[in-house]
């Protein structure tokens, strides 16, 4: 079964600094896709950005970016001139490229943004 | 064009009793998929409906039950409540089923208590 772990509860993060936080997963799939999903306190889901496995670019929304490493199935997410509307828990979450799988998520890392 | 929709926010309810909640997709979403969400155990998945299918289940008890209407609606049961039951309940629309990389939208959640 597919596992993902994020190893930082918490993380904080002073304004306009620059924060990473980490995700590694357990597949034996070679095609699939990653997503960072970020949860305000309004408790909605709300997907940041997205990866294809297969792709080897890293992807990048605005001031987000991931470092995408396949083999070392590791999955970062870089937040840039950290707001203080980033404050949340963000969750990674794992999900197969074929069939009907649903997505596995992480245990979530809590943003704190420092003013 | 209107998001997930989920009702009700908030629901406190007493052991042995049962609870109903509802979700309504974005429209033209055909699979919905419903999330227990947990600080102990994180987001677990509970089940998906796709054209008024379910397509895959997690692994819950039966007293977890759901169902999806021909407007693609959802609706999922908890029967004889426990108070381990106490959650954040998350809904999730997509697309397309059948793509890993058919993003989720979530609701805001019902948050049930149950005492």
């Known amino acids: 079964a597919q596992t993902v772990t994020q190893s930082q509860p918490e993380m904080s993060v002073q304004e306009a600094e620059t924060v990473t936080l980490s995700c590694t997963y357990d597949?034996?799939?070679?095609?699939?896709?990653l997503f960072w999903y970020k949860q305000p306190p309004s408790r909605q889901m709300i997907l940041v950005i997205r990866q294809e496995a297969y792709k080897q670019q890293n992807a990048t929304e605005n001031r987000f970016s991931v470092n995408f490493q396949k083999a070392a199935k590791s999955f970062s997410l870089k937040i840039s001139d950290s707001q203080l509307g980033d404050a949340a828990m963000y969750f990674c979450?794992?999900?197969?490229?074929?069939?009907?799988?649903?997505?596995?998520f992480g245990k979530g890392t809590r943003l704190s943004v420092i003013a | 064009k209107a998001g997930v929709t989920q009702t009700p926010r908030y629901l406190i309810k007493t052991r042995g009793q049962q609870v109903t909640l509802s979700c309504s997709p974005i429209s033209g979403h055909r699979s919905v998929s419903w999330y227990q969400q947990t600080p102990g155990q994180g987001l677990q998945f509970l089940f998906e409906?796709?054209?008024?299918?379910?397509?895959n289940k997690g692994n819950f008890p039966g007293r977890f039950s759901g169902r999806q209407f021909s407007n693609s609606r959802s609706e999922m049961n908890v029967s004889t409540l426990e108070l381990g039951d106490s959650a954040l309940y998350l809904c999730?629309?997509?697309?397309?089923?059948?793509?890993?990389?058919?993003?989720?939208?979530f609701g805001n959640g019902t948050r049930l208590t149950v005492t």
């Open positions: 999730a629309s997509s697309l397309n089923r059948d793509r890993g990389n058919s993003p989720l939208h």
């Open positions: 409906y796709f054209s008024e299918t379910q397509r």
């Open positions: 597949t034996s799939e070679s095609d699939y896709y």
């Open positions: 979450a794992y999900r197969r490229s074929s069939g009907n799988t649903p997505l596995v």
